[in-house]
């Protein structure tokens, strides 16, 4: 319980400082919005076509947005020299990565949800239908960029060109989650119901989040001390 | 009985040696004055001691566990160039935080109870971005003397510090001495660090060039040290 609860202090501490600064949140909305609103007019929102694309298009832009969101996650410890001073106490690079996961999880799926509505008008799709699965895969998709982009902001915390490092390191690693999400949010976007063959790629959404999750908390604090 | 052993340590950024062959003790209730120029290898040396970064070779024993056991990292504080706090939190939730995460009992009087030793008590729910320097340096040594460490690791403790938060760290540190506790401190001030010191260990170009008790002439003369161990 003490584990869960000096995480849960980490991540309530970068909630609470995201909802006063808005310096991610308002980024990651912003760009999203704009690139779903852009893609929308190169594209006949009546077309099958649209559809068959609207989930790939849809995880594309959570994971660039989300990129935004991940790259403070480690680097507003930097002011002030907190992340000495959080290394330093009995927080565990374990229970602080965890923080760190689950704040920038919510946030993300904030942005995720800001999205969806809009997303809804501009590629008439009905996701509706299907909704709690959907919602589903967001939490598995959203849980697996997460981890891997925490970690890795962890990584490039102290590298001068992080903003550019961050993503060309963690969007080859996200590739596994993401042919996940957009495999199940194409079919559930496009209202067909989840066939079978769809089943492996739930499979394998859980499977990257459970592998990486183990993975980051076991590495994690070798990244930060060394 | 010692409270820091540090046995041939060694610390290499790429192929350039930072730190080599460092071996002392530091005893219980002891103040140790780490001095040394710029780039000597103080800061490295205390990373390490604080469990921040790792040495290449060489082992740290604090109080007879490793730097970075869980037990160890309750009982030590930190106080480094940065104050470690967070701008987007008001004073009390900056405390509030790391009473938290070092599982302290009532989380709130004992940071009510160090805002106002350290005079903050009236600000308490003032964000710190809106601090005067002072005060963020004040909310800085609450936020360290915040768990009652047994072991304070202070890197240039008096650096850009005002009289008022000089005269409150040095209380709390002669308090802490009185108390049994131990600290090591780094720092160009050496007339202020030779004044609390007991102990002094001079390191130059990496190496340790002296380990000893404070003498009358160190007092006197704090430049003494320099001039017969320091650097030609």
């Known amino acids: 319980m003490s584990f869960l609860r000096q995480a849960w202090a980490v991540a309530a501490k970068d909630l609470r400082s995201e909802i006063r600064s808005k310096e991610s949140i308002n980024a990651s909305v912003a760009f ?19 559809r068959e694309i609207a989930g790939g298009l849809l995880w594309l832009v959570f994971a660039f947005a989300g990129t935004l969101i991940l790259n403070r996650s480690f680097a507003r410890e930097l002011v002030n020299d907190c992340l000495d001073a959080l290394l330093a106490s009995p927080v565990s690079g374990a229970q602080l990565f965890l ?119 076991a590495l994690v604090e070798t990244v930060l001390v060394g | ?41 103080k800061t490295t040396l205390l990373r390490i001691l604080a469990g921040l970064s790792r040495s290449s070779k060489g082992r740290i024993t604090i109080f007879d566990q490793d730097a970075r056991a869980e037990s160890t990292r309750r009982q030590i504080s930190v106080l480094g160039h940065g104050i470690g706090v967070y701008e987007e939190l008001s004073a009390m939730e900056n405390l509030l935080l790391f009473a938290r995460l070092y599982s302290l009992k009532d989380p709130h009087k004992v940071a009510m109870e160090w805002l106002e030793r350290t005079g903050l008590a009236r600000v308490r729910d003032g964000k710190v971005r809106e601090f005067s320097r002072g005060m963020r340096q004040r909310l800085a040594v609450a936020r360290a003397f915040l768990h009652h460490p047994s072991l304070l ?18 209380d709390l540190m002669k308090s802490a001495l009185a108390e049994g506790g131990t600290i090591i401190m780094s720092t160009h001030q050496l007339r202020e660090a030779l004044e609390l010191a007991t102990d002094v260990a001079l390191i130059n170009r990496g190496r340790l060039a002296y380990r000893g008790q404070r003498t009358r002439e160190m007092l006197e003369d704090p430049g003494w040290l320099y001039r017969h161990y320091g650097e030609a």
């Open chain 1, 32 to 50: 999203a919005l704009v690139i779903l609103l852009l893609f929308s007019f190169a594209f006949d929102p009546t077309s099958d076509q649209v």
């Open chain 2, 153 to 170: 690791l202070l890197d240039e403790p008096f650096t850009a510090l005002d009289d008022r938060a000089i005269k409150v760290l040095q």
């Open chain 1, 99 to 217: 923080g760190k996961v689950i704040a920038n999880f919510l946030i993300l799926l904030a942005v995720e949800l800001a999205c969806l509505p809009v997303f809804t008008i501009f590629y008439n799709v009905h996701w509706t239908q299907s909704i709690w699965l959907l919602f589903v895969v967001m939490l598995l998709g959203n849980w697996g960029l997460t981890v891997i982009g925490t970690l890795f902001s962890a990584m490039t915390v102290n590298l001068r060109l992080r903003e550019l490092m961050l993503p060309m390191l963690v969007y080859p690693m996200m590739i596994p989650a993401l042919m996940g999400a957009i495999q199940l949010s194409s079919v559930l976007v496009s209202g067909e119901p989840l066939a079978a063959d769809n089943q492996i790629w739930f499979r394998v959404l859980v499977a990257f989040d459970v592998i990486f999750t183990l993975l980051s908390l």
């Open chain 2, 1 to 41: 009985m010692t409270a820091v052993a540090i046995e041939d340590v060694w610390k290499y950024y790429g192929d350039y040696p930072a730190l080599q062959k460092i071996t002392f003790n530091v005893d219980r209730g002891t103040c140790l004055a780490l001095l040394g120029r710029n780039g000597a290898g």
